[in-house]
């Protein structure tokens, strides 16, 4: 049996009491770090820029629902006059009941001090007639609004009192005015009412932007996930006209079924099956579009649609025996090309891929039984 060792301090000596070698550094190794935590979309916004702000400010408004908005234009830079975003309820736009943003991006809250000279500004601009119409609310969006002005925009009165003392000629916000154009601004605010004036809640924007389709690509968050995508309805649908037909030509010429209307194809017993198949895809890929039409920005899905005819497009120009041969390999080129990066790939189904060929036939990007000379 092997003898056990018994270590006493009093004989042994401590490990620390060994000595060193003199060359030899001695390293302390910290224990593994965690990775960063993600920024927030608060603490990206208070990196970017002040036009990324008022971009930002624009993507919020374009995704409200029932504002009854027809349009949000950014105005802001040097010339402004008071408005950096503009929302307009009419197509007179600001010759009619209009509403405007004032964007502010500063590491400080927002203060009475800080909002005067703004609100001097646009009424200045409708008073000397830049404006034809007052902004039925003015609106200011910052990161932080101070309690004091939080407070004032309560009281629209008050407000008004305070406003009236704070640039009241010979006072320092309004030494930039010329006497006519303060004068004009000062009669136009007298008889404004102030409870137009208010300012919106980062909290409340950040919420309402998650439910537009710019918050992904700007924040970096994934999409909500895809709809499931039902089964298309049994009456084709007007938009199913063009590529249904092109189909149709494909069935007559491979099985003799008469084009003239789909009920041939659908009584034929492969016709028929596949007829339906291509429906579910179309089906498919439009569920996708109205996916990518809700959750990223405009562009996005028919810059997917784009990548697919580039890739399959020179395989609709060969030559094959008959159209249900092109058909079969433009689909297959479609089911299996990859993707380029776009921010709809992780959630493009194998159908959709299908389908948007389909979609493609259906605006006469894509055809299966070219005419002769065509």
């Known amino acids: 049996m092997a003898r056990k060792h018994s270590y006493s301090y009093e004989t042994e000596p401590l ?41 930002f400010v624009r993507e919020w408004l374009l995704a409200l629902k029932g504002t009854g908005y027809i349009d949000v234009v950014g105005m802001g830079g040097a010339n402004d006059r008071g408005a950096d975003v503009a929302a307009f309820l009419t197509q007179r736009k600001t010759d009619g009941p209009w509403h405007c943003f004032q964007c502010k991006r500063y590491e400080r809250s ?19 007639g830049r404006y ?35 640039v009241a000629p010979g006072s320092r916000l309004s030494a930039e005015y010329d006497d006519d154009t303060l004068a004009a601004a000062l009669d136009l605010a007298q008889v404004t009412d102030f409870s137009c004036f208010e300012a919106a809640n980062l909290d409340k924007i950040l919420e309402q932007h998650a439910e537009g389709p710019y918050h992904a690509q700007r924040f970096g968050t994934p999409l909500k996930p895809r709809p499931a995508t039902g089964q298309p309805p049994m009456e084709h649908t007007a938009n199913e006209a063009r590529y249904i037909q092109l189909l149709l030509e494909v069935y007559e010429e491979r099985w003799g079924c008469p084009a003239d209307s789909p009920l041939n194809a659908q009584a034929h017993p492969r016709a028929g099956r596949h007829l339906q198949s291509q429906r579910e895809a179309f089906f498919c890929a439009d569920a996708l579009r109205v996916f990518a039409r809700d959750s990223v920005p405009p562009g996005t899905f028919e810059a997917l649609q784009d990548d697919i005819y580039n890739r399959v497009a020179d395989f609709e120009l060969r030559d094959f025996p008959n159209g249900y041969e092109r058909l079969n390999k433009v689909l297959d080129t479609a089911g299996d090309m990859p993707l380029a990066n776009n921010i709809l790939v992780d959630y493009v189904h194998s159908n959709d891929r299908k389908g948007i060929c389909h979609q493609l036939a259906n605006d006469d990007r894509l055809t299966w039984c070219p005419k002769e000379g065509s």
């Open 15 to 55: 490990f620390t009491d060994l000595p060193l070698p003199s060359q030899t550094p001695v390293t302390v190794l910290s224990p593994m770090m965690a990775p960063p935590p993600h920024m927030t979309p608060k603490q990206i916004l208070m990196s970017q820029s002040a036009e990324q702000w008022e971009e």
């Open 110 to 128: 927002l203060t009475p001090a800080i909002a005067y000279p703004e609100m001097l500004k646009i009424l200045a601009a409708v008073a000397v």
């Open 132 to 166: 034809r119409e007052f902004p039925e609310r003015y609106v200011f969006v910052a990161p932080r609004i101070g309690a004091s002005l939080v407070q004032l925009l309560a009281k629209p009165g008050e407000l008004k009192d305070e406003f009236l003392r704070a």
